[in-house]
């Protein structure tokens, strides 16, 4: 496939470590919420995989924007904004949270950091999520603030990550369990630092809100991080299909539901909470899914999925559509995700893909693949 260079500008946001990653060898990039996503560093993406499951890694993942919304009627536009039940939610605790329109359709499916109660972040996949919050407020009259504030996020991903953390912010940061944030100090500035990530391998994400001591920060964890095989990385799409990370705009789009995208545990009906598109989603539920996020795997070694695919069967229906796909080293042999359509939902033939020209044989499974 023939490799383009991206054009920046002003509108195609650098990060306060875009300067950093660049003499360190970046290679290739993506734009995530109109900022720039690093996705590779010369090396193939199989590398950065074995790298990723060994040692750890460095993200600059500032494209994960923060939506903040602040005020009186904070709590009540949030969860205007999700189906997930936040009623019971805590201080301090992350919430996957699918984000829906009216339809039912789903719009994003960020993390949502309760600060208290007048104070969260919804930490965004790619979509502009400002402009519906915006929307909302505006239509149902909420006293609310809502900006988005300068955080640009790095991850620590990887196995060594928990070792290499612990020696720069002290034992304190093992009292984090999954999806929990607290504030840790280095060099005299906090830093917000949740245990979460785009990967199964491990690790945290820090929030760094002032530019300079991230900076700092960055290259002391490369320094500290020598000793335990630290690179930089980037989200890893070998690792994340494998792990069954869903991806925003790739994986799903406004045209599809929570229910038929597996989250079906963020999908909470049977609460007295108001949510846009409740009613939509009750229905959807009660006569059933048109069509649902499955797993395949094929018989090839290679796939490059830059648009939908089809899936046929063998008298060539089309069953569905591959999303995401890529080679697997653990399965050997390419693993995707696709939208298979309700009659196929329970196929256990095999199906084909064309892939660059030629025929291949596959078949269908759940998610997760592991
Ligand atoms: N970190 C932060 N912001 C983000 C992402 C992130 N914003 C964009 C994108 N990623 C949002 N999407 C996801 C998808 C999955 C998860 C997190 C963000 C995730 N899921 C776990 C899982 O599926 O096992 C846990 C879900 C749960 O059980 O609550 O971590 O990565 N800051």
Redesign the pocket.
Known sequence: MKKFSIAKSRRIRSTPYTSRIEKQGVSSYTVYNHMLLPTAFGESLEEAYYHLKKYVQLWD?AG?RQVEITGKDSAKLVQLMTCRDLTNSKDGR???CPVIDDKGGLI????V?RHNKEKWWL????SDVILYAKGLAIGYSLQVQIIEPNVD?M?IQGPQSYPLMEKIFGNQINELN??DFAYFDFKGTKHLI?R???S?QGGY?I?VENTSSGLELYDHIFEVGKEYNIRPGY?NLIERIE??????GNDFDNNDNPLECGFD??VNLDTDVEFVGKNELIKIQSEGINKKLMGIKIDSKFINVSSSMNVYDLNNNIIGDLRSGIYSPHFKKVIGIVMVKKPFLNFSEVCKIEIEGESFNGSLCELPFL
């Open positions: 993942v994960e992350c919430y996957y994003n499916d960020p993390i950091l930490s965004i996949a790619d996020i991850a999954f999806f949740a979460s990530g785009w199964k994400e929030y989200p792990s069954a990370l869903l991806s925003c545990k963020f």
